[in-house]
């Protein structure tokens, strides 16, 4: 269970693939901090609940450590808190500011200890950007209502599948002229390797029709050939596990370019917990 959520500057903190914040165009982070939760089957409410503390506390205290929490559409009921560095040097350097704040430590030890009864394991996962296997664009990550993860289980000592597989796969996408950005990262510690994420965003779940969205093009263009190709590299890897998740804005500490654009989803807050029920009345004598 994590005890805080370490954050970077507001400049750098443009979390997860490509883009842009508001009209400023940015790439990937160097580095991303992953804080990921399973949820307790039928406990997302009270999750968002408890979470949502964690922003206030960031904006209180007046921290810039905006963070985009994902929560699953499909998949195990799991949340992923997700942020950028550009160093190493930076995420130190915010886990000071954050013990800086006079009780936020503390504050924040009691929201992780209220959480535990909504969460039934957590990772704190750090990785690398690899521009090599990846497809970034300039894009609004605000706009972003859809992300799909997924997640390479590579056999050890076979990680140059990993990059031979997204260089054929970057082929085709050139190939069908799609707009299909993603940005891939390895796992540093966190999880046992070798294991690389892959993020891709999308504005809507239409996006990923393998019918009529973006995917349909891809695969018009995908050769026998090709497909052979994948196949080999494919048998390099432990696992492939997809996932599609959607932001949670009452769990997430959006930047503020995000609200003002789109201010009926960022700035949606968490259900209050309900009322308990009032005790029944004592039997008269």
């Not at 805080?4 to 508001?22: D, P």
Request: charge should be neutral; charged fraction near 20%.
């Amino acid at each position: 269970m994590r005890v805080f959520r370490i954050g970077g500057s507001a400049a750098t903190l443009n979390v997860l693939l490509a883009g842009a914040l508001a009209a400023q165009t940015m790439g990937p982070p160097a580095f991303m901090q992953i804080f990921r939760e399973r949820e307790k089957f039928g406990h997302g409410a009270a999750h968002r609940q408890t979470e949502a503390a964690w922003p206030r506390a960031f904006a209180r205290a007046k921290i810039p450590n905006n963070y985009m929490a994902l929560s699953t559409m499909y998949g195990s009921p799991q949340v992923w808190f997700v942020e950028g560095h550009s160093s190493i040097a930076e995420l130190a350097a915010a886990n000071k500011a954050i013990e800086a704040v006079p009780g936020l430590s503390a504050e924040l030890d009691r929201y992780s200890a209220a959480d535990a009864a909504n969460v039934d394991n957590a990772d704190a996962i750090l990785a690398r950007f690899v521009p090599e296997a990846s497809n970034p664009t300039p894009l609004n990550l605000g706009e972003q209502h859809v992300w799909e993860i997924t997640i390479f289980r590579v056999r050890p000592g076979k990680e140059a599948s990993f990059f031979e597989g997204a260089n054929l796969y970057k082929s085709v996408v050139q190939q069908a002229k799609a707009e299909a950005p993603w940005a891939s990262y390895e796992v540093m510690a966190g999880m046992p390797g070798p294991v690389y994420l892959v993020f891709s965003p999308h504005k809507t779940l239409a996006e990923i029709d393998p019918n009529t969205g973006t995917m349909a093009a891809i695969m018009k263009a995908m050769t026998p050939e090709t497909m052979k190709q994948l196949g080999a590299v494919s048998e390099n890897f432990i696992s492939v596990e997809t996932l599609v998740l959607t932001p949670s804005p009452e769990m997430s500490y959006p930047m503020e370019e995000w609200v003002k654009q789109d201010p009926k989803f960022w700035a949606k807050k968490a259900m209050p917990a309900a009322a308990p029920a009032p005790k029944p009345a004592a039997p008269k004598p």
